[in-house]
């Protein structure tokens, strides 16, 4: 009877042996995960920033993982792209660390794009994309360089009126569709100079006479962290691959090449190699 109170005071000792230190590291280990708009169209993006960890954090959409890039003030950002074909519906963010994970519930809305019916000349429809312009463009737009490049509000290219939209379904001489539009299309008469809309480096230049017959002359730059930027149908190009360009520096003119109507720009920007909308840019900082 008078080990009684020895055991009671032994397994007190104990419990608050072992409750302690888990308390500790609930505390210490929380995450702090910002998705500012939980909600977006298909050809949108998220914005996620991870912040209290030192380790880089693994990140997961539609089963796809996103690096994430070191920022300024020590946290983790990723703009996490959502395909314009994607269904909509309600999906997750997986953020994932050595010890901890999380899920954040996101949904995807349709953008209702209609379909676009494009009449080509006999000349034009029989261009075909040949394997380098093909090969080089996807690896240029896929580029996910560490380095943050661009700095404030995204500029316009080009002068002109916006002819057509982002995510159109395009059906071709009264074809099926069989794609869509994976930018906008500014018309301005030929010769007409084309900006950079942002900080970045010249990660491909290519002309009609090196084989790039579908795209015209085209002009690839990497504004960093997974952020690429694609014009085509260029009239001159007056840039060369590695130069570094600002905000607003001209790269070239527009024009008529490749599988194009009349003279026009063919702006296009990609995270990790996806399409999204280039008008979610213009006048905004990220």
Same mark, same amino acid.
């Given at each position: ?50 912040? *209290? ?19 300024? *003030? ?20 997986l953020i994932r660390t050595d010890r901890l994970e999380q899920k954040i519930p996101v949904f995807v809305k349709p953008n209702y794009r209609k379909v676009q019916h494009i009449r080509l000349s006999p000349s034009k429809q029989a261009i075909k994309a040949t394997s380098i312009e093909k090969t080089r463009i996807k690896d240029a737009l896929q580029t996910e360089s560490p ?63 090196? @084989? ?11 504004? @960093? ?20 360009? *600002? ?7 527009? @024009?008529?090449? @490749? ?17 999204? *909308? ?9």
């Amino acid at each position: 009877m008078k080990l009684r109170p020895l055991v009671t005071l032994l397994l007190l000792f104990a419990a608050a042996l072992t409750s302690t230190p888990a308390t500790a590291i609930s505390a210490k280990d929380t995450l702090r995960i910002d998705v500012p708009e939980k909600s977006r169209q298909q050809g949108q993006f998220f914005t996620v920033k991870v912040a *209290d960890t030192s380790s880089k954090p693994e990140l997961w959409f539609m089963e796809r993982n996103y690096a994430m890039f070191r920022q300024p *003030d020590s946290s983790w950002k990723a703009l996490v792209p959502v395909e314009n074909l994607a269904r909509p519906g309600s999906y997750a963010l997986l953020i994932r660390t050595d010890r901890l994970e999380q899920k954040i519930p996101v949904f995807v809305k349709p953008n209702y794009r209609k379909v676009q019916h494009i009449r080509l000349s006999p000349s034009k429809q029989a261009i075909k994309a040949t394997s380098i312009e093909k090969t080089r463009i996807k690896d240029a737009l896929q580029t996910e360089s560490p380095e943050k490049r661009y700095k404030g509000v995204f500029l316009r290219p080009s002068p002109g009126r916006i002819s057509s939209m982002f995510g159109l379904k395009r059906s071709y001489d009264g074809g099926p569709v069989t794609s869509y539009h994976k930018g906008i299309d500014i018309s301005a008469p030929q010769g007409t100079p084309v900006k950079s809309t942002a900080e970045g480096r010249v990660i491909l230049t290519g002309t009609v006479a090196e @084989g790039y017959v579908l795209h015209g002359n085209t002009v690839v730059i990497d504004h @960093g962290q997974g952020l690429t930027a694609i014009y085509m149908h260029l009239h001159s190009i007056t840039v060369k691959e590695g130069q570094n360009v *600002d905000k607003g520096e001209i790269i070239g003119t527009v @024009g008529h090449t @490749g599988i194009s109507t009349a003279p026009h720009l063919h702006w296009g920007t990609y995270l990790y190699g996806t399409s999204v *909308d280039p008008l979610l840019f213009l006048g905004h900082a990220y």
